[in-house]
C-alpha cells in the first residue's frame, strides 16, 4: 500500500511541477515516518523512496539500522540542544535550525556538521517554532560563522489552512529566501509542503516536501499533521 501511496504521491508532484513550469526533478520528497510500522518504511523503500524523515530524536535514532545504508535522513522537528549528539551522525539535513545556541551544539563533534536549514515562522503563530522573517538573515550568519553550510530555508503553514490559505506563506518563505541569496547564494532549498498542502507548495518554489500521511496513512501518534 505504501508503494502505491508513493506513486500517486509522485505523479502529483509531477504534475503540479508541469503547472509551475518546473522538472520534478527539482524536487525532493521526504517521507515522513513518525512511528509508522517498519514494514510501511520498508515498503516505501522497495519502491524506491530513499528520502526519510522524523521529528522526534529517539524515533530517529531507532530508525538508522531499519534500512539499508543508502537512506537519507532528515530531521525535520524542533531539536534540543542535549540531544545534538544522538541525531547529528546520522542526519543528512537538519530542516530545523531556529536559534543560535542550536547552531553551537550542531557545530560540534567531530567531522563537518551535516547542512541544514533554518526554520522561519512567516505566519507569526506564537506555538509555532522558528525565527521570524526579519531575524532569518542573523541566524544565517551564525551558522555559517561557525562552518556549517545553510542550505535554504524551511516552514510550516498555518494548522487548518487551506492549500490556497498556505499559498501566501510559500510565497513570502520564497521571497525571503530569494532576498537573502543576493548575500548567501548557497541559500537554494525550500523546505515547505506536507500532506495537505504540497501541491501548492511545488507551484511556489519547493524542492523539499515532508509528507507522511499521503505515503503511510494516519500516523499513530498524532493522526492528523504531516
Request: net charge positive.
Given at each position: 500500500m505504501a508503494g502505491l501511496r508513493l506513486h500517486e504521491v509522485g505523479e502529483r508532484v509531477a504534475a503540479a511541477a508541469r503547472r509551475a513550469g518546473r522538472s520534478p526533478e527539482e524536487i525532493t520528497l521526504v517521507a515522513v515516518s513518525k512511528g509508522v510500522a517498519g514494514d510501511l518504511l520498508a515498503a516505501a523503500y522497495s519502491a524506491g523512496q530513499r528520502?526519510?524523515?522524523e521529528n522526534r530524536a529517539a524515533n530517529f535514532v531507532a530508525r538508522w539500522g531499519q534500512l539499508p545504508g543508502d537512506a537519507r535522513w532528515h530531521f525535520i522537528g524542533r531539536l534540543q540542544?542535549?540531544?545534538?549528539?544522538?541525531?547529528?551522525p546520522g542526519a543528512c539535513l537538519l530542516h530545523s535550525l531556529d536559534r543560535a545556541d542550536l547552531a553551537g551544539y550542531w557545530a560540534k563533534g567531530p567531522g563537518r556538521p551535516p547542512p541544514v536549514l533554518v526554520q522561519v515562522n512567516v505566519s507569526g503563530?506564537?506555538?509555532?517554532?522558528?525565527?521570524?522573517p526579519?531575524?532569518?538573515e542573523s541566524l544565517?550568519?551564525?551558522?555559517?560563522?561557525l562552518g556549517i553550510t545553510v542550505r535554504g530555508l524551511m516552514t510550516i503553514a498555518p494548522i487548518g489552512a487551506?492549500?490556497?490559505e498556505a499559498r501566501p506563506w510559500f510565497r513570502k518563505l520564497a521571497a525571503l529566501r530569494d532576498d537573502l541569496r543576493r548575500r548567501w547564494p548557497q541559500l537554494t532549498d525550500l523546505?515547505?509542503?506536507?500532506t495537505d498542502d504540497f501541491e501548492v507548495a511545488v507551484e511556489e518554489g519547493a524542492t523539499l516536501l515532508r509528507v507522511g500521511r499521503a505515503i503511510f496513512g494516519p500516523f499513530?501518534?498524532?493522526g492528523k499533521r504531516g
Amino acid at each position: 500500500m505504501a508503494g502505491l501511496r508513493l506513486h500517486e504521491v509522485g505523479e502529483r508532484v509531477a504534475a503540479a511541477a508541469r503547472r509551475a513550469g518546473r522538472s520534478p526533478e527539482e524536487i525532493t520528497l521526504v517521507a515522513v515516518s513518525k512511528g509508522v510500522a517498519g514494514d510501511l518504511l520498508a515498503a516505501a523503500y522497495s519502491a524506491g523512496q530513499r528520502d526519510f524523515g522524523e521529528n522526534r530524536a529517539a524515533n530517529f535514532v531507532a530508525r538508522w539500522g531499519q534500512l539499508p545504508g543508502d537512506a537519507r535522513w532528515h530531521f525535520i522537528g524542533r531539536l534540543q540542544g542535549n540531544k545534538v549528539r544522538l541525531v547529528r551522525p546520522g542526519a543528512c539535513l537538519l530542516h530545523s535550525l531556529d536559534r543560535a545556541d542550536l547552531a553551537g551544539y550542531w557545530a560540534k563533534g567531530p567531522g563537518r556538521p551535516p547542512p541544514v536549514l533554518v526554520q522561519v515562522n512567516v505566519s507569526g503563530e506564537a506555538q509555532k517554532a522558528g525565527v521570524s522573517p526579519a531575524a532569518a538573515e542573523s541566524l544565517v550568519e551564525a551558522a555559517a560563522g561557525l562552518g556549517i553550510t545553510v542550505r535554504g530555508l524551511m516552514t510550516i503553514a498555518p494548522i487548518g489552512a487551506s492549500p490556497e490559505e498556505a499559498r501566501p506563506w510559500f510565497r513570502k518563505l520564497a521571497a525571503l529566501r530569494d532576498d537573502l541569496r543576493r548575500r548567501w547564494p548557497q541559500l537554494t532549498d525550500l523546505s515547505m509542503g506536507m500532506t495537505d498542502d504540497f501541491e501548492v507548495a511545488v507551484e511556489e518554489g519547493a524542492t523539499l516536501l515532508r509528507v507522511g500521511r499521503a505515503i503511510f496513512g494516519p500516523f499513530p501518534e498524532s493522526g492528523k499533521r504531516g
